[in-house]
Nanobody, 126 residues
Framework: QVQLVESGGGLVQAGGSLRLSCAAS????????MGWFRQAPGKEREFVARITWGGGSTFYADSVKGRFTISRDNAKNTVYLQMNSLKPEDTAVYYC???????????????????WGQGTQVTVSS
């Protein structure tokens, strides 16, 4: 059973920073894609960023580009999301997810991912 456990959420003032972590159980394969999504109250789940385990290729939503950085530590089987210059509109529950790459894989679609963590709350005050 695959487990993804997020941590690092909390309350921060606008302009501040947080680093989220996602620890994954089991072996990591180069075909895995790790994604971060977020969901604010009353809104749909939204893509934030993704990274491939193999080559470390990254992709970001326009709303976070230049402020957020996704990275991985292969030895620790952990993916990180460094969030800088946070804004009140970044407030949401953040989820880590894992998918397996295939031709036509849509990084920004939640349906592309098979396993999800329980989520961690990020609140940015103005």
């Amino acid at each position: 059973q695959v487990q993804l456990v997020e941590s690092g959420g909390g309350l921060v003032q606008a302009g501040g920073s947080l680093r989220l972590s996602c620890a994954a159980s089991g072996r990591a394969y180069s075909t895995y894609v790790m994604g971060w999504f977020r969901q604010a109250p009353g809104k749909e789940r939204e893509f934030v960023a993704r990274i491939t385990w193999g080559g470390g290729s990254t992709f970001y939503a326009d709303s976070v580009k230049g402020r957020f950085t996704i990275s991985r530590d292969n030895a620790k089987n952990t993916v990180y999301l460094q969030m800088n210059s946070l804004k009140p509109e970044d407030t949401a529950v953040y989820y880590c997810a894992r998918g397996t790459y295939y031709s036509g894989f849509d990084s920004s679609a939640p349906a592309s991912y098979d396993y999800w963590g329980q989520g961690t709350q990020v609140t940015v005050s103005s």
